[in-house]
């Protein structure tokens, strides 16, 4: 059974503060994928990670995938009030074909 | 161009009853997957099927769940003679093609409380 461990599970930080949140698994995966999910919402897909080492940036956010594809990461530049909401890691591949195997999110707050 | 639909977006069912949730994929979608949120946890993968074939059932109860995707129409997930414990929301994902590397689209999903 593959699991991913994010952490941590609340941050609550001032705007303008940076942060960062963790995947980890001792599990390989072909790719990883960040959601944001907003209360009474279904999932947003922001990013997929493929290639071990591969980072991607999306305005402020910058997503990273470890080298052996087990473990990623989500930083945030300068928070600001609207990233407030729910941060889901995501990994497909290996032996679970066809399917997500989520991390438990982290509830984010950034206050003005 | 819809994305995922899901209905309906809230469901109440009293104990014993049944529980019919619909998802209607993106548009030129034909691999569906049906995720299970419980309040405070993260989102567990239930079962994933293509059009007519059940591909991975692994994370579905043994007992009162069933889902199908048919050659015309939505995918249903059936739960039958509910109990309070099946109080969550049900999620609905949809992606392209076959593969490791495909991506996911969340429809908005079905709260499904149970009286």
């Known amino acids: 059974t593959q699991l991913l461990e994010q952490s941590p599970q609340f941050l609550s930080i001032q705007e303008g503060e940076n942060l960062t949140v963790y995947c980890n698994s001792s599990?390989?995966?072909?790719?990883l994928q960040w959601y944001r999910q907003e209360p009474g919402e279904g999932p947003v897909l922001l990013v997929t990670?493929?290639?071990?080492?591969e980072v991607k940036k999306l305005k402020r956010l910058t997503f990273q995938f470890g080298d052996a594809r087990k473990d990623s990461s989500l930083h945030i530049t300068a928070a600001q009030p609207g990233d407030t909401g729910l941060y889901l890691c995501a990994g497909a591949g290996g032996t679970s074909y066809g399917k997500l195997t989520f991390g438990q999110g982290t509830i984010l707050t950034v206050h003005p | 161009n819809a994305g995922v639909m899901q209905n309906p977006r809230h469901l109440v069912r009293r104990r014993g009853q049944e529980a019919r949730l619909r998802c209607s994929p993106m548009k030129g979608h034909s691999h569906v997957y049906w995720y299970r949120q419980l309040p405070e946890e993260g989102l567990k993968f239930m079962v994933y099927l293509q059009k007519e074939n059940i591909i991975d059932e692994s994370g579905m109860p043994k007992e009162r769940f069933s889902a199908e995707f048919p050659k015309e129409g939505p995918s249903i997930l059936r739960i039958q003679q509910v109990v309070r414990g099946d109080s969550a929301a049900y999620f609905c994902?949809?992606?392209?093609?076959?593969?490791?590397?495909?991506?996911?689209?969340f429809g908005q999903g079905t709260r499904l409380t149970v009286v």
């Open positions: 994902a949809s992606s392209p093609q076959k593969g490791t590397n495909t991506e996911a689209f």
């Open positions: 990670v493929v290639t071990g080492g």
């Open positions: 599990s390989v995966f072909s790719s």
